[in-house]
Nanobody, 124 residues
Framework: QLVESGGGLVQPGGSLRLSCVLSGSSLGNYGLGWFRQAPGSGREGISCISWNGRNTNYADSVKGRFTISRDVAKNTVYLQMDTLQPDDTATYYC???????????????????WGQGTQVTVSS
């Protein structure tokens, strides 16, 4: 089970940190991805981290502004989001893939386990 938290309302230029807690399994066995979906749009893969934590990858739309990290002891993956803009407004999801390598920005159809999402709204 995956549970996201940390979403909310933030002004343009602000920051948020999302958390995704994996329960029932060890984070060390899974690659984790972050995705987002705005109303009327498809689900976009924005970042991932490999099962061993050695590889990370980002979509061009967030590169340089978002940072993914993990704490294996807490079974938690984080997404630090800085310099947020209105276009970042979306529901954000985390998802897991067994032994994921994260060689490129994540593709939604490859991930089997999903959280329920957390809303991020960037507005003044």
């Amino acid at each position: 089970q995956l549970v996201e938290s940390g979403g909310g309302l933030v002004q343009p230029g602000g920051s948020l940190r999302l958390s995704c807690v994996l329960s029932g399994s060890s984070l060390g066995n899974y690659g984790l991805g972050w995705f987002r979906q705005a109303p009327g749009s498809g689900r976009e893969g924005i970042s991932c981290i490999s099962w061993n934590g050695r590889n990370t990858n980002y979509a061009d739309s967030v590169k340089g502004r978002f940072t993914i990290s993990r704490d294996v002891a807490k079974n938690t993956v984080y997404l630090q989001m800085d310099t947020l803009q209105p276009d970042d407004t979306a529901t954000y999801y985390c998802a897991a893939i067994l032994s994921g390598l994260c060689r490129r920005p994540p593709e939604p159809n490859l991930f089997r386990f999903w959280g329920q999402g957390t809303q991020v709204t960037v507005s003044s």
